[in-house]
């Protein structure tokens, strides 16, 4: 097998590793970074806008269905869903910056937002 | 004979070409239904053996046959899925397309320079970026843009997986 590789085969692997590791080390980067609210948007409007510290069962509703998410310890988890795949309660809970719940068929996502940009988006 | 009147089966040659294809076709729909309760590692994120056939395609009959192999592949399958889901298969369909035309784009031009392998890493990576765009299309949401690197290494790495499935396959069928 290892033979039959050719030069262009060598170069793309390479690539590929390389962006592996970049993007290895940026998720690493911003696991760090401090994390402020929960957006939660659906077809691209935002619906939600949960502050991380309060805990509790939110029901989203959406037109093609809702689902229950649990915030608790600054983590998000999505408990129950009208979808058919049911990705979206697989998915577990999630807690870094920038990370996503994305229900594809009933077009909600929720995602963590850090420091700075919950605060422009929470003054209303 | 009365002239003008075609026989009508006019290349006999062509009945070999024909039943391969056939049968990669079915094998890529019947791969793509088996593949989602048995080899999803993460929730969503599929190594997407359908494809094995088509780099075997491509490998076997050339450009033209893999992409319209990707295109009766994805669209029978919906047909029988009974389910014309714009995400569905909006995603499949575009998806399946473009890493069949990028791979044959590659495979035309840069033949000398890459084996099976190298050209399935390109199919991969091109079937999630187009993925990719059909859901944010559809969804208009920008959440996703954190995932893109997620979905591009991920495509690789399947196409990887794919492509040393194939080249395994591609040796045996060469010996028949």
């Known amino acids: 097998m290892r033979s039959t590789l050719k030069r262009g085969d060598k170069v793309i692997i390479f690539l590929l590793v390389v962006f592996a590791a970049f993007f290895a080390f940026e998720k690493y980067a911003l696991s760090n970074n401090k994390i402020s609210s929960v957006i939660i948007r659906s077809d691209g409007e935002i619906i939600k806008n949960i502050p991380i510290t309060n805990n509790g069962e939110y029901i989203i509703k959406s037109k093609e269905g809702e689902l229950t998410c649990i915030i608790k310890d600054q983590k998000v988890e999505v408990v129950e869903s009208t979808c058919p795949d049911k990705l979206c309660m697989k998915q577990g809970w999630i807690s870094k910056q920038g990370e996503s719940i994305i229900c594809l068929p009933n077009r909600i996502s929720i995602t963590i937002v850090g420091g700075n940009k919950a605060i422009d988006s929470t003054t209303y | ?176």
């Open chain 2, 1 to 176: 004979m009365l002239e003008g009147i075609k026989p009508l089966i006019q290349q006999p040659t062509n009945l070999k070409k024909l039943t391969y294809i056939s049968a990669l076709i079915a094998l890529g729909i019947v791969l793509n239904f088996l593949e989602p309760p048995i080899f999803s590692f993460i929730p969503g994120i599929r190594i997407g053996f359908a494809n094995i056939v088509s780099v075997l395609g491509l490998f076997m009959f050339g450009e033209w046959d893999a992409i319209a192999i990707a295109f009766f592949r994805t669209i029978l399958g919906a047909v029988i899925k009974g389910s014309l889901n714009p995400i569905q298969f909006g995603t499949s369909f575009t998806g399946g397309i473009f890493a069949a035309t990028t791979m044959a784009l590659a495979y035309k031009f840069f033949k000398k320079h890459f084996s099976i392998v190298g050209i399935s890493i390109i199919g991969g990576i091109s079937n999630n970026l187009a993925q990719f765009f059909v859901v944010i299309a559809i969804t208009k949401n920008n959440a996703f843009w954190y995932y893109l690197p997620l979905l591009l290494l991920f495509g690789g790495l399947s196409g990887w997986i794919i492509g040393i499935l194939s080249q395994l396959i591609y040796n045996k069928l060469k010996t028949i």
